[in-house]
């Protein structure tokens, strides 16, 4: 952000009064234009024990696939946000079954409301944002081509509950090491994790 949202004056780097990290501030205003993490609500979505995937049509990693998922809007609770971007993306009606991951991704601003949930009548299809959709066995999930590391970790999360017999609601932040790919899941570990079983 370069210009104050307020007065449309320049915006310069500077610690605020009282607070203890550097903060876009506007000299003319003083109005504080405060960036904080954004949250991505989603559905892990089961059929018949399958997993429902949408293989993306927009960058960033176009043509890879991961659950239908997306920016929680203004005004809307996680559930109705992850429903919402389900229909758009997999044009399928879902009904929602536990919430199943919450995982911060400090390293771009992001955290994640994942929910499992079920199709409501059978059917998906491909929305705007997706090249197409496709339900996948646990053996069939093309690992090496999911899109971003916390959903590889979310979908990691989702199968080894199901080979445990055990749900889970997991928490965790994927804190990236090292410098290498940032799309690689192997950079990544998952700290805090905090499985609570699902009664
Ligand atoms: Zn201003």
């Known amino acids: 952000m370069k210009f104050c949202p307020e007065c449309g004056g320049p915006l310069e780097q500077a610690v605020p009064e009282g607070d203890n990290r550097s903060r876009a501030v506007c000299p003319a205003c003083d109005h504080i234009a405060y ?82 949930a079920r199709l409501i009548d059978g059917r998906f299809g491909a929305g705007p944002e997706s090249l197409e959709t496709a339900l996948f066995s646990v053996d069939e999930v093309p690992w090496d081509e999911i899109a971003f590391p916390v959903m590889h970790k979310a979908l990691r999360l989702w199968v080894e509950d199901g080979e445990a017999g055990r749900r889970h609601v997991h928490h965790g932040v994927m804190r990236r090491v090292g410098s290498g790919d940032r799309f690689d899941p192997a950079n990544y570990v998952l700290e805090d994790h905090m499985p609570v079983p699902v009664a």
């Open 35 to 116: 960036v904080n993490p954004r949250v991505v609500v989603g559905c892990v979505v089961e059929h018949d024990d399958r997993l429902l995937l949408c293989r993306r049509a927009i960058e960033p990693a176009h043509g890879r696939w991961t659950p239908p998922a997306g920016f929680l809007e203004l005004e809307e609770g996680t559930m109705e946000g992850a429903r919402r971007e389900t229909r758009e993306e997999a044009e399928a009606e879902v009904e929602i079954v536990a919430p199943h991951a919450y995982l911060c991704v400090p390293g771009i601003g992001q955290t994640y409301a994942l929910f499992r």
